[in-house]
Every structure is written in C-alpha cells, then in structure tokens.
C-alpha cells in the first residue's frame, strides 16, 4: 500500500512539471488517500501484533 502511495506520489510530481495539473492533483489526493489507509493499518497492525503478544 506504502508503494502504491509513492508511486502515485512521483505521477503527480511528474505531471505537475509537465503542467498537467488536473492529473496532478488527482494523484496527489490518491497518493494521500493510500498513505492514511496504510497508517490506519499500520496502527492497528501494531496494536492488535501487541495485544497478542502479551
């Protein structure tokens, strides 16, 4: 998910330098679409890795 975030990350940048600005901030919104969908799992991987744990 991480590497979807950035991959959609660097198609923004690149089409921001390009002027193409509706694609770019469609990819940036996706990009950080991906990123919070890959924290909230992230966080709750953590918590719930822990309370198994223990």
């Known amino acids: 998910?991480?590497?979807l975030a950035l991959?959609?990350?660097v198609?923004?940048?690149v089409?921001?330098?390009f002027g193409f600005g509706g694609?770019?901030?469609a990819?940036?919104?996706i990009a950080q679409l991906?990123?919070?969908i890959f924290?909230?799992?992230f966080v709750g991987a953590l918590l719930f890795g822990a309370r198994v744990l223990t």
């Open 15 to 17: 089409a921001a330098l």
């Open 1 to 3: 998910m991480l590497r």
């Open 34 to 36: 991906l990123f919070f």
């Open 11 to 13: 198609i923004a940048v």
């Open 7 to 9: 991959l959609f990350l």
């Open 27 to 29: 990819a940036s919104s």
């Open 23 to 25: 694609i770019a901030g």
């Open 39 to 41: 924290l909230v799992l």
